[in-house]
């Protein structure tokens, strides 16, 4: 390290006119105090210096009319620009007290006065900044009542302050142009480089021409994890990583041949090795210094540990918040699961059941029957349902991208790995996370996804850090499981895991009671979406819409139900039943079913309309009917008022 002139012997000063003092420089950092202000402020010298006086002494943030560093900062800039004293009047200014104590703020008046000692060119070189602390005063004065005479007592004892202050202030100034003179080559004080030295928040590693270790400050030791004297003398490839150690010789030589300053932000991909061998990324500032015995590099090294954490915290959400735009732009709720069979109770049931708990559930199922709405209700229902339930379909995805869309990669990790890339796995963390079709998860990755949900941690591609993820997991196929795992199609280790909770959802032609209010719902859905007003569903459709056993299950109803929305040019329903197989003519047993299901729901819309009919509250209305159709409905199924009433 290069040597300076020393500083100002201000403790002369705090010696021969005793007060609380702090001396800052130009940019407001404290760079001396007095013990009789740290003993004032309840703070430590070594806790001070070094730091900006308004990072140290804040105002109180429960205090909306504090305004001591709103004046103070006022006061300190008059003495800069003006180069004068500055009696400020009386602040109110609260203190920290240490944590020890509790770290609240107490509340204290003080009375400044600024005073500037000016260098040989004139210039603000230091500000002395002197306060009386006149709590006790002011307390005092405000009992009495005395407000005007403590004022005029205030201003006499500070302008007695700012005379004594001034003359002190010129024989430290004529005491620092001495020091200049003689030693002007040297511009700052040992004191004050050793301070900013070693207590800069980054590590900070000073080397010779030969490429070893001459000094380090603190932080060395708290990134690298040596002590000082086991690195002196070393050369500095001890705290590079090993895979460049080879190479950096060669890159210190050039830079050698050619030095120059090295801001931070260079856009280079650097690593710095502690002592236990783990590495941590990095940003580091070279610069070039000539000393009295001989060339030096300074080296400022700043640890990107948290400052990447965050980046990739707050790219997880901004995925998330993506992926749920793309995913789940419309919100479902249980109410979006519609229809009163007992099969469909049945799950419902389940549903209640298994959502209060935590554990793994296998939705079953044939295509088209609602898995992703069960899904999404267990979320809802459970714990978790703060946090994302994120969906994977391992049907959509091609094979070579799936373990990218599971686990995530870093860049890098392969050709075409530009950017970093969060996985599905860790976007749901502490939420729920859906795995569709499973059925089609390749043999290779079933390994990996079994060890996540077991372990409970993932790496993604081309990564050595080990992420947590706390996930529910549930699953869903239309496919036989069970038959897969005896032909070696799937893995039993992850069926088992899978197949904690299992729930089968029956096809609609085994709850063929529910296809008149799934019918009647998509009707409404799709009608409104298109701008149109369908009141009427011919009977003979609704029959037609009953009898055909929907292979597709409910996403084909709901297909065939647009399309006849689209075809419908008036207030009926007209569906092309053409294009549905039709069955044998049904028994008198299903035009009853289906004739009790009509009965059923009207009953139930005029109770939650508490028997209007009329109006657009009314239950004509919601059942998208004209009142006379409603009326001559009721009358054919034999309802009454008492039947709803």
Not at 369 to 375: C, E, S, V, Y
Not at 456 to 469: A, D, F, H, N, W
């Amino acid at each position: 390290m290069s040597k300076t002139s020393q500083a100002p012997d201000f403790q002369t000063l705090f010696q021969c006119v005793p007060g609380l003092y702090l001396v800052l420089s130009p940019d407001f950092t404290i760079v001396a105090v007095s013990d009789a202000y740290l003993r004032a402020t309840m703070t430590k010298r070594e806790e001070i210096l070094g730091r900006g006086i308004f990072e140290v002494f804040p105002d109180n943030p429960n205090d909306p009319t504090a305004t001591g560093v709103r004046n103070l900062r006022a006061s300190l800039e008059r003495v800069l620009r003006d180069k004068i004293p500055d009696t400020m009047a009386m602040q109110k200014y609260d203190i920290r007290k240490p944590q020890s104590e509790g770290g609240e703020f107490e509340e204290r008046f003080w009375s400044p006065v600024n005073s500037p000692i000016l260098d040989s060119d004139n210039e603000v070189s230091y500000i002395i900044h002197r306060v009386e602390d006149v709590t006790e005063f002011v307390r005092t004065k405000e009992q009495e009542a005395h407000q005007e005479e403590a004022t005029k007592e205030l201003r006499a004892r500070a302008a007695q302050m700012e005379s004594e202050l001034f003359l002190r202030a010129r024989e430290v100034q004529e005491t620092n142009q001495r020091l200049a003179v003689a030693n002007r080559e040297l511009a700052q004080s040992e004191n004050r480089f050793r301070s900013l030295f070693e207590f800069s928040p980054d590590a900070i590693i000073v080397t010779d021409e030969a490429g070893r270790i001459a000094e380090v400050n603190g932080r060395v030791s708290q990134f690298f994890g040596y002590e000082r004297s086991e690195l002196t003398g070393q050369p500095v490839e001890i705290l590079i990583p090993e895979r460049f150690r080879k190479v950096h010789p060669a890159h210190r030589a050039d830079y050698g041949a050619e030095p120059h300053t090295r801001p931070m932000g260079a856009g280079l991909e650097l690593y710095g090795r502690r002592k236990d061998g783990t590495e941590f990324p990095a940003d580091i500032m070279l610069s070039p210094v000539n000393t009295g015995s001989g060339k030096v590099v300074l080296a400022v090294v700043r640890d990107l540990s948290e400052k990447i954490r965050a980046e990739e915290e707050l790219q997880r959400k901004d995925r998330e918040r993506r992926y749920l735009e793309d995913e789940f732009i419309t919100e479902h709720r249980f109410e979006d699961i519609i229809g009163e069979s007992k099969a469909l109770k049945a799950v419902l049931k389940q549903v209640e059941t298994v959502a209060a708990t935590d554990v793994t559930v296998l939705i079953l199922g044939e295509t088209g029957t609602g898995k992703d709405l069960i899904a999404r209700a267990i979320h809802d229902l459970s714990s978790r349902n703060q946090r994302s339930l994120i969906k994977l379909n391992c049907a959509a995805i091609p094979t070579g991208l799936l373990e990218s869309e599971l686990f995530g990669h870093e860049k890098g990790a392969f050709t075409g790995a530009i950017a970093q890339k969060i996985g599905r796995l860790e976007l749901a963390h502490q939420g729920t996370f859906f795995l569709d079709e499973v059925g089609d998860l390749p043999l290779e990755l079933q390994p990996k996804i079994l060890r996540a949900l077991q372990e409970k941690e993932i790496e993604r591609l081309g990564g050595t850090r080990t992420i947590p993820v706390d996930v529910r997991l549930i699953a869903a196929t239309n496919r036989d499981l069970a038959k897969m795992v005896a032909d070696r199609e799937f893995r039993s280790d992850l069926y088992y895991r899978l197949r904690v909770f299992p729930i089968t959802l029956p096809p609609l032609r085994e709850r063929r009671e529910d296809i008149p209010l799934l019918v009647r719902y998509f009707v409404d859905k799709h009608a409104r979406g298109l701008n149109r007003r369908i009141e009427t569903i011919p009977s003979e459709v609704m029959k037609a819409l009953t009898r055909w056993n929907w292979p597709g299950n409910i996403r084909e109803l709901e297909n065939f139900v647009e399309r006849a929305v689209i075809l419908s040019k008036g207030p009926y329903l007209h569906a092309p039943l053409s294009e549905l197989e039709m069955t044998s003519e049904p028994d008198s047993h299903e035009d009853a079913t289906l004739e009790s299901a009509d009965r059923d729901h009207i009953v139930r819309m005029l109770r939650e309309c508490r028997g209007v009919i009329a109006g657009k509250n009314g239950a004509a209305a919601r059942l998208g009917l004209k009142r006379t159709t409603l009326n001559s409905k009721m009358k054919k199924l034999g309802i009454e008022r008492k039947d709803y009433m």
